[in-house]
């Protein structure tokens, strides 16, 4: 991420002296987050841990599973943006601009994001009980929010989690996570019931918007505790859908949002 990171910024106010000395100075420190991708694609993990295989995580954080889930989507998704030629090392095609912007947000403050400048997001959600945060929910409805008629905002989000936690009615506790309008009008989804069975190695998914009418066999990670949760997208899935969304970008646009739930 820290390509896409700015230094820090100290900003000072000060006015001349009154009554009150102690508000005449105020002074903070930012940075920011700035687009470098001319795709204007934007991918967003957590536990990234470059150079550390799922397989291999220290052991201070093996036994958690969300770590564990949320670094193997990581690795799910670069390899699959790896696989169309998709990359940040600033030298694809002889030029020094980057394919897609990586933003690993359990490294930054959920309180100041704004995907609004990116055409295109990709999510990739772990198995966390909470779901989606307020502010993230907010910041990706902007994105959506952003883009018109001519040029459609595009989203590729994963997450079991996410409409189990979000597709409820609102009522006096709920209020954090209850968020039907996300869901429904921006997800174009809706949560039915429980998937069923847990595991899905060996079995084959059926595309419906993307890769109409082809079928794909998902396949185990093989990485230890993995097998005892509800199978992710295996690199390759991912890669032949974004290959998909890829042609459909350089070609129409994105014109509908693609979830994979």
């Known amino acids: 991420m820290e390509p896409n990171v700015t230094p820090i910024y100290r900003f000072v106010l000060t006015v001349g002296n009154d009554d009150n000395l102690g508000n005449n100075r105020y002074e903070k420190s930012v940075r920011f987050y700035v687009q470098r991708a001319k795709t204007e694609s934007f991918v967003s993990v957590e536990n990234y841990m470059p150079g550390v295989d799922g397989s291999t995580l220290p052991a201070s954080t093996a036994g958690d599973l969300d770590v564990l889930g949320n670094k193997l989507n990581a690795d799910s998704i670069l390899s699959a943006l790896a696989q169309i030629n998709w990359s940040r090392t600033g030298t694809v095609g002889?030029?020094?601009?980057?394919?897609?912007?990586?933003?690993?947000?359990?490294?930054?403050?959920?309180?100041?994001?704004?995907?609004?400048?990116?055409?295109?997001?990709?999510?990739?959600?772990?198995?966390?009980?909470?779901?989606?945060?307020?502010?993230?929910?907010?910041?990706?409805?902007g994105q959506q929010d952003a883009w018109d008629t001519w040029r459609r905002a595009g989203l590729f989000i994963t997450g079991q989690e996410i409409s189990r936690k979000h597709d409820?009615?609102?009522?006096?506790?709920?209020?954090?996570?209850?968020?039907?309008?996300?869901?429904?009008?921006?997800?174009?989804?809706?949560?039915?019931?429980?998937?069923?069975?847990g595991l899905y190695d060996g079995l084959r998914v059926q595309g419906v918007r993307i890769t109409n009418r082809r079928f794909e066999t998902i396949d185990a990670t093989g990485v230890k505790g993995d097998r005892t949760r509800t199978q992710r997208s295996s690199a390759r899935l991912v890669a032949r859908v974004l290959r998909r969304v890829h042609i459909g970008m350089l070609t129409r646009r994105v014109h509908e949002r693609h979830v994979i739930r």
């Not at 959920?110 to 400048?117: C, D, H, K, S």
């Not at 996300?182 to 809706?190: D, G, I, P, S, T």
């Open 94 to 141: 002889g030029n020094t601009d980057f394919t897609y912007d990586l933003f690993e947000r359990d490294r930054w403050p959920q309180y100041a994001l704004n995907f609004a400048p990116w055409q295109f997001v990709m999510w990739m959600q772990g198995d966390e009980s909470e779901g989606l945060k307020a502010e993230e929910r907010w910041a990706i409805k």
């Open 168 to 197: 409820v009615a609102l009522d006096a506790f709920n209020g954090n996570a209850a968020d039907r309008e996300f869901v429904q009008e921006y997800l174009r989804a809706q949560h039915v019931r429980n998937t069923n069975p």
